[in-house]
């Protein structure tokens, strides 16, 4: 299937079906828009995993349920490998609060980096911190501590630890400095 | 006049008539997916205003500078722009006119005009009366003008807008306006009223704005800032006379401060000029979005007959990468893809209150038909919350952004 979706990266047929996203996340899935997250260069199987979770209505959303549920499997893959291929652009966020960065990456050092690696630009199965929209990365850490979002064990801890540790801010620094990395 | 001389590439030439938000997508992504491609962008203004987001400058919460591009971006892909207005296509010769007298041969054009205003629909209302009682429904110097009379009214004047009938651009657009002109007088003129004669019984994500005017213009009360009268109570307009302010509907003639009319619309001048037009609006193949009545000739956006999809500036955009690629097949002799494409539109009711109606279509071949995939879609949920209205507001604010660079930039 993958091999099959890999071909069709270069199909017109993706492009347009694709064409459908960006008017939402911008050219390529990198848009300047404050709040709705880029959708660019993210590994295959996380891509496919989101929409999958947004179809089945296992992670909330605002929009991206009604969205994904009008396409299938094979589409979902044909635009994973489609976005997969696009570099993330971190755009410029003029909103990012500067003098929160320093703290946040000593903070993000200790409670996150283990699985969000390389300053969040990777890492196994979590997606991109590095760059992505702090207002989206704010909307999903709501949803992750509200359990909106369900986390896994370990995250959780780190995410009670943090609070424990730091409160709310600690949380607020740690995302502008995620989304101050170039 | 001044037309660049055009030499004859390697690849097929496309001409493309209108820069909003089908014309200028088309003409970007014939660049990007083939580079060889001859795109020529004919657009009548050096600047382009968009209509989304103008409510919000109605409600003086934007500068309207934020609502204008140019077309520098376009030229960066590698299309060449011209500014002139096209007065007529020739589908045998494959030549496009222009009012600066030039002609201009190509393979394929797309027609992308937009709409005109059934002017005679209203008794009174013209291009000339619009200048006293403004549509608002092409965004620029209209927009200022119903911007400026809204500052200028008294606290305690009445505010007429009229609902035009199905189908019109931007389904949800005039509740939107509604509601943010309520917003406006609220903080304001908190004296004043909203008169609103609809030609329609119901409208675009109505239990929506019903709620979101509930929840902050007291419709529902004695003490409603918003007074909706639909078709059946007799809101369908008939006739106005600038001259005195009133508005004569249905139900009676009503005196406005300020009188916004939303007139009843058809497809873009050009694609009656051209002959494209069947009922109003220009039949299309809804894979090609090349014309039923002329072959070689596409047409899409707000002129085309694209239903279900709704005439959005997301339709045109998600529409226009069809119509690109058809349109490339069909220059080069093969077959086009076949289109899954999408519509979201948000609307602002309130502060804070955002929400927004999406679908998303797979192409019926055998019925020509776009039809929206089952079990997807739909209006946000009634009940969704706060948190949900206040998020949506913030994508509302990121869609318009992304939309205009994927449109534009
Ligand atoms: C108040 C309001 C709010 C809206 N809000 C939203 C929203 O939130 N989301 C959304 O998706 N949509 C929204 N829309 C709808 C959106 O603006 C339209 O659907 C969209 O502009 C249609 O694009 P188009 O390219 O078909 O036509 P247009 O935008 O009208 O563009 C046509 C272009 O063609 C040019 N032209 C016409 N004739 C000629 C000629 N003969 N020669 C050369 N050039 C010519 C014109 O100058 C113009 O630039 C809104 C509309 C209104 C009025």
Redesign the interface.
Known sequence: LLAAAQEAAG???V???A?????????DGN??????PSIAGLPVETFEYMMQSYREDMNPS??MG??????DDE?ITALAVYFGDKPFERLPQPWIDQALVAEGKDLAAEYCESCHENEGRDGEGVGILAGQ?L?YMR?SV?DFLSGAREMERRQARKFRDLMDDHGPDGFEKILNYYASVK | AGLPHIARAAGPRFVVVGGGPAGATTAKYLKRMDPAAEVTLIEANPTYTTCFMSNEVLAGDRDIATLQVGYDGLRGHGVTVVHDRVTGIDADAKTVATAGGESLAYDRVVVAPGIDFRYDAIEGYSAEAAEVMPHAWKAGPQTTLLRQQLEAMDDGGTVIVSGPPNPFRCPPGPYERISLIAHYLKRHKPRSKILVLDAKDKFSKMPLFLQAWEQFYGYGTDNSMIEWVSKTDGGTVTAVNPATMEVTAVAGTFKGDVVNIIPPQKAGALAFEAGLVEDGWAPVNKGTFESLVTPGVHVLGDSSVAASMPKSGSSANSQAKAAAAGALALAKGEAPPVPHLANACYSIGGPDFGFSVAAVYAYDDFENALKPVAGAGGVSPLDAGAEARRRELFYAHSWFENIKADIWG
């Open positions: 199909d017109p047929t492009e347009v079906m064409g459908a996203c960006t008017f939402c996340h911008g050219p848009g300047l828009g404050a709040a709705t605002t929009v009604r969205i994904a549920r009008g396409y589409q929209k207002q909307f709501a």
